[in-house]
């Protein structure tokens, strides 16, 4: 698989061939399609693998703070190890968004990780406002401001690494975010 990302990062998903893949990595055509059907999976495994490491991390945060705020706060502590981790592969994944836009199929795949991650806060925000530490709002509404303030923060990290300081950024952002999220005491 690192072949394949080393070739992804260079030429980009619709530019690498499985061919080029096999040629880079050292293996026939036929060993390939022994563990990957198609070019798309083996990009799918990569993004997998990536977004595991994430998910046991929030999910570790979730865990270790009771407090939503706190949570939401606590999690915007990683996001430079995020933006680390997200350079050279954040352009090769929005180019294979695009192309699976263009195949059905491809696309309920590559649309899984958001909805998980969607449905991840959805149930964070619904915790939080039964423990009354969220103020009574929709909780969609609330889980997509924090997804979108998240993402949209990362591409600006990743096209304009130099513009800001990323990580404080999206520290005073998420806190700005939960003040307007957190209910205070009467």
Same mark, same amino acid.
């Given at each position: ?14 530019? %690498? &061939? ?8 050292? +293996?026939?055509?036929?060993?390939? =399609?022994?563990? !990957? ?62 192309? %699976? &836009? ?8 590559? +649309?899984?990780?958001?909805?998980? =991650?969607?449905? !991840? ?23 997509l401001a924090v997804m979108s303030m998240a993402i949209g923060l990362l591409l ?28 205070? &005491?009467?």
């Amino acid at each position: 698989m690192g072949a394949a990302q080393d070739l992804f990062s260079r030429s980009g998903f619709e530019s %690498a &061939s499985v061919s080029e893949i096999c040629k880079l990595a050292g +293996i026939s055509k036929g060993a390939f =399609y022994h563990h !990957f059907p198609s070019k798309q999976s083996v990009f799918m495994e990569l993004l997998t693998e990536w977004l595991g490491g994430l998910d046991k991390t929030l999910e570790g945060l979730r865990n270790n703070q009771p407090e939503v705020p706190q949570s939401i706060i606590q999690m915007s502590e990683i996001f430079p190890s995020i933006i680390k981790a997200a350079e050279g592969r954040l352009p090769i994944f929005l180019e294979f968004w695009v192309h %699976a &836009s263009r195949d059905p199929e491809v696309w309920k795949t590559a +649309i899984a990780p958001y909805q998980k =991650y969607k449905e !991840f806060f959805i149930q964070m925000m619904g915790e939080g406002i039964a423990a009354g530490s969220i103020v009574e709002m929709d909780k969609e509404t609330a889980a997509l401001a924090v997804m979108s303030m998240a993402i949209g923060l990362l591409l600006q990290g990743i096209i304009d690494p130099a513009g800001s300081d990323w990580a404080g950024v999206g520290r005073e952002s998420i806190r700005m975010l939960t003040d307007g999220l957190t209910r205070r &005491s009467t």
